[in-house]
């Protein structure tokens, strides 16, 4: 995981995620929303994230599922 997040920026934890009443996910970065999941896309998502080991790997979940954080580049 080393070679993956070589900035350390997941270090921080840019990220964030809400789950509402209806099974709703958002997932924040830095405070704003920029990914809502809904239905079995959820269900999956959750599951993933409540099995990761650390805090760092579950960063590593919320980076990957919003798919363009990947440049360095993101400045929301």
């Keep these: 995981m080393a070679n993956i997040d070589k900035r350390n920026r997941l270090d921080e934890s840019p990220f964030s995620y809400r ?12 405070g704003k929303c920029v990914k ?20 760092k790997e579950a960063q590593l979940i ?9 440049r360095g580049n993101e400045r929301i």
């Excluded at 809502?36 to 805090?55: D, H, M, P, V, Y």
């Excluded at 919320?62 to 990947?70: E, G, Q, S, V």
């Design 19 to 30: 789950v509402s009443k209806n099974n709703t996910i958002f997932i924040d970065f830095n």
């Design 62 to 70: 919320l980076a990957k599922i919003t798919r363009n954080f990947k």
């Design 36 to 55: 809502t999941i809904k239905g079995k896309e959820a269900e999956k998502f959750l599951t993933k994230i409540r099995s990761a080991a650390n805090e």
